[in-house]
Nanobody
């Protein structure tokens, strides 16, 4: 059974930093794209960042470019999202996803971790 578990969310002030982690079990992630999405209250889920299987290829939403960094450790079956210069509009539930089917459809999803940025 595939399981993705996110951690590292919490409450932070504007301008602060958080590091999210995603631990995968039940599959070997080194064959798949890994990504992060987020969903704010009353809004649709949106793409945040993705990293290719080797870690060399990354992509970001325009809203987080230059502030967020996605990485992966295939040996540990994990992905991380370093978030700097956080803004109140970054407040959302953040989800880890693995195995891209389309740009917004992934085969496996975590349960999410809450990130709240206070102004």
């Amino acid at each position: 059974q595939v399981q993705l578990v996110e951690s590292g969310g919490g409450l932070v002030q504007t301008g602060g930093s958080l590091r999210l982690s995603c631990a995968a079990s039940g599959l070997t992630v080194n064959r798949y794209t890994m990504a992060w999405f987020r969903q704010a209250p009353g809004k649709e889920r949106e793409f945040v960042a993705a990293v290719g299987w080797s870690g060399d290829s990354t992509s970001y939403a325009d809203s987080v470019k230059g502030r967020f960094t996605i990485s992966r450790d295939n040996a540990k079956n994990t992905s991380s999202l370093q978030m700097n210069s956080l803004k109140p509009e970054d407040t959302a539930v953040y989800y880890c996803a693995v195995n891209r089917l389309t740009v917004s459809r992934y085969a496996y999803w975590g349960q999410g971790t809450q990130v709240t940025v206070s102004s």
